[in-house]
């Protein structure tokens, strides 16, 4: 798997965008950038997904630079049950496991 | 609810005795995995399996650990002659596409 690179830690406000981080300069050109979230206590839960244009669903969007190495997933308006550890995987092709790292844990305040 | 299950959601075990944890995938999907999360760490994998048949097993899975998913259906993770490092939380995913639902896991305290 493409190595990604997250922050540690990041705190937000209520109702603000939370812009993640996200490098994987190693990616290849058939690496999708996936994106998962683990709220205490519970299994991880999926977020989006992307290969080289922007995309955006009902939890978040997700941006992804030009030249793939790096990209940026938002949530627009972070409610309090957003607090959670963010991971953000680039998987081999047509290797449907998942390989997490430490992830960035997010603290959304009031 | 037709999310994944898993069963049981806690089990404290003595050291030495077997386990066995099972997982009930979203129905029609293909694709079954084990995850073994410690504290403080993402989840790491253990092993996957495409219908009945099991296609890779993690380094971690070490001969005391058996999965199976008979008829492609249910899956068992069984632990033989459990040991306090098997502490952990195990958590069960299924798929049929990329994006993989996640069970609520079973955590294991090995006393």
């Known amino acids: 798997d493409a190595k990604t690179t997250q922050p540690t830690s990041m705190d937000c406000a209520e109702g603000r965008a939370a812009n993640l981080p996200c490098n994987h300069s190693?990616?290849?050109?058939?690496?999708?950038v996936y994106w998962y979230r683990q709220i205490h206590s519970q299994g991880p839960q999926y977020i989006i997904h992307g290969l080289k244009n922007n995309e955006t669903n009902e939890m978040a969007s997700l941006i992804i630079t030009e030249d793939r190495k790096s990209s940026t997933l938002i949530l627009p308006h972070a409610t309090l049950r957003d607090t959670a550890v963010y991971y953000c995987i680039v998987p081999l092709p047509d290797d449907y496991k998942l390989s997490f790292g430490a992830g960035t844990t997010v603290t959304v305040r009031a | 609810d037709t999310g994944v299950s898993q069963d049981p959601r806690h089990k404290i075990t003595k050291r030495g005795q077997n386990v066995t944890f099972r997982c009930d995938p979203i129905s029609e999907h293909n694709r079954l995995y084990w995850y073994r999360q410690t504290l403080g760490q993402g989840p790491e994998f253990l092993t996957y399996f495409q219908n009945e048949a099991q296609l890779e097993k993690s380094r971690l899975l070490s001969d005391r650990f058996s999965a199976e998913r008979p008829k492609g259906s249910f899956s068992t993770l069984e632990i033989q002659r459990t040991e306090q490092g098997d502490s952990a939380m195990y958590l069960c995913?299924?798929?049929?596409?990329?994006?993989?639902?996640f069970g609520q896991g079973t955590r294991l305290t090995v006393v």
């Open positions: 995913a299924s798929s049929r596409t990329v994006e993989a639902f």
């Open positions: 190693t990616i290849s050109g058939n690496e999708y």
